[in-house]
């Protein structure tokens, strides 16, 4: 083959454009100390490179701001439920200080100081937020467990579904004694009357979730099941407003085979505070009394025996308008509607068709294909009872100090000149004595009633301190999930480096050879012109 100077002149112009652009390459490494600029020059490195800052980019995500973000959530809750337990241990200590049998009068006073200060606690720290998102309402963190100011004009329709191990003993008093004034003295000596006998008269109860509600209940009715021999199961559901049992047998496939309706042989009535004192809080067995004024239901001996025999579930509808501030917020809590705005009413759903109480998890995703959860609900911690029963100590050890004034009171005015004669002091006498009863009474009660106490907060601080060990277990996970994904934002940065960055000094050998290559070239090159076809004549 015959090689012309053109062939050489071009050839030698391809060699020296290719050392060029060789040295080009070299030169942006040493710039940018990267492999490669574009993926032509090596689409494995460029392949490998997007999938490796793929990986790092989500791994970043989880490392640095989804896991931090998760950690800052539990540390929140974990904060407010140690404080929340430490309200609780508080007030079962005050439970142990009031069940004892040798109270003075500064130690009743101290125990009422102590339990209403530590009543404004109980769910404030259920209000808890992060980063403006309340961390024990579930979905709704816009909103707090609380109301935060008296709400006089708030109305809500709600639902409360109570099982038969809510029912309770509790003991009421009546033919209450207060003071008497000289007019009642005279009227008594006068009259030949003798102060009313105090009494107290124990009933089963179920309390509602709130006190100062509506006269009247919209729907109070409770159901139970029972096997039968046939393998049939009867279905009861008893509607105690109207009086109606409604019974209905259901094969094993599930068909209805007959529904009765009969009588359910019970009472329904609604009665102030008033009223049941002005009535001994006399109550027939087959009765069952709503008292709006302190939101309880008051039951017959027959109706509890059957609800707690048939372990039956109650379910109470009722209205209420206007909230305290400190009161819990109903639709963390129950199946209500707020009904504030007529036009405009919003429904809540806690409870699903079988009666259970509808989970809100927020969950965070920490790593790929993992998520945690972060939330504990209120309803699982934040127990509606623990308001009612602070209430119910503080208004025990209230009634013992006031029972407790008065006999001091008309001891004093035995003493007093102007009663000195025998028929005021006999009549004084008289009302010591009842005023006396009545002191017993109250401290029985309020010894019965603390030393209660003493066992629901233990059960509520054990319901925070399994709420508090779910969180540590909960972070204890997250501690792992962190670590892991530390390790891997390094593996995955190794790879990646490895994968696209160059080492300084194999560029700058690489580089001084390609710069030699294309000095050479060009040198070369300036020799082929010189050689012509004379040279060789």
Known sequence: MRITNNIITRNTKMNINNNKVTLNSMNNQMSSQKKISKPSEDPVVAIRSLRLRSSLSQITQYYEKNIPDAESWMDVTETALTNMRKVLTDIHTQCVNGATDTLTADDRNTILSQLQKLADQVYAEGNADYAGRTVFTGYKTNTTLTFQEAQAETSYNITQYISASAIEEHRYGYNKLSTPTSQQISDAIANGTSPADPGMESISRIRLAYDGLGSNLN???????????????????????????????????????????????????????????????????????????????????????????????????????????????????????????????????????????????????????????????????????????????????????????????????????????????????????????????????????????????????????????????????????????????????????????????????????????????????????????????
């Open 219 to 537: 729907q109070l009715n409770y159901a139970y099941s029972t096997a039968n021999a046939d393998g049939t199961t009867t279905s009861v559901t008893v509607d105690l407003i109207n009086g109606q049992k409604t019974s209905t047998v259901t094969s094993a496939d599930g068909s209805v085979t007959a529904t009765t309706t009969t009588a359910s042989g019970y009472t329904f009535s609604s009665r102030t505070t008033a009223q049941l004192e002005a009535s001994g809080y006399a109550i027939g067995n087959d009765e069952v009394i709503y008292n709006a004024d302190t939101g309880e239901l008051l039951l017959g001996k027959n109706v509890a025996k059957e609800l707690n025999s048939t372990d039956a579930k109650v379910t109470v509808n009722y209205d209420k308008t206007g909230f305290d501030k400190g009161d819990l917020k109903p639709e963390n809590y129950y199946d209500c509607t707020n009904t504030t705005d007529p036009a405009n009413p919003i429904k809540y759903t806690n409870y699903d068709e079988n009666g259970k109480f509808i989970e809100e998890d927020i969950e965070y995703t920490v790593a790929a294909n993992q998520t945690i959860n972060v939330n504990t609900l209120a309803n699982n911690v934040f127990d509606s009872a623990i308001g009612r029963d602070v209430e119910d100590l503080i208004y025990a050890v209230q009634n013992a100090i006031s029972a407790h004034d008065t006999v001091d009171q008309i001891s004093a005015m035995m003493k007093e000149s102007q009663y000195s004669d025998a028929d005021s002091q006999k009549k004084l006498k008289e009302y010591l004595a009842a005023a006396n009863r009545q002191a017993d009474y109250a401290d029985d009660q309020m010894k019965r009633m603390y030393s209660n106490g003493i066992t629901n907060f233990s059960e509520y601080m054990g319901k925070v301190n399994l709420a508090i060990t779910d969180v540590g277990s909960k972070g204890d996970r997250l501690d792992v999930i962190k670590t892991r994904m530390g390790n891997q934002q390094t593996t995955v940065k190794k790879l990646k480096s490895t994968n696209e960055d160059k080492e300084i000094s194999d560029i700058v050998i690489d580089y001084t050879s390609s710069y030699t290559a294309y000095q050479a070239s060009l040198q070369a090159a300036g020799k082929v012109e010189k050689q012509t076809l004379l040279d060789y004549l």
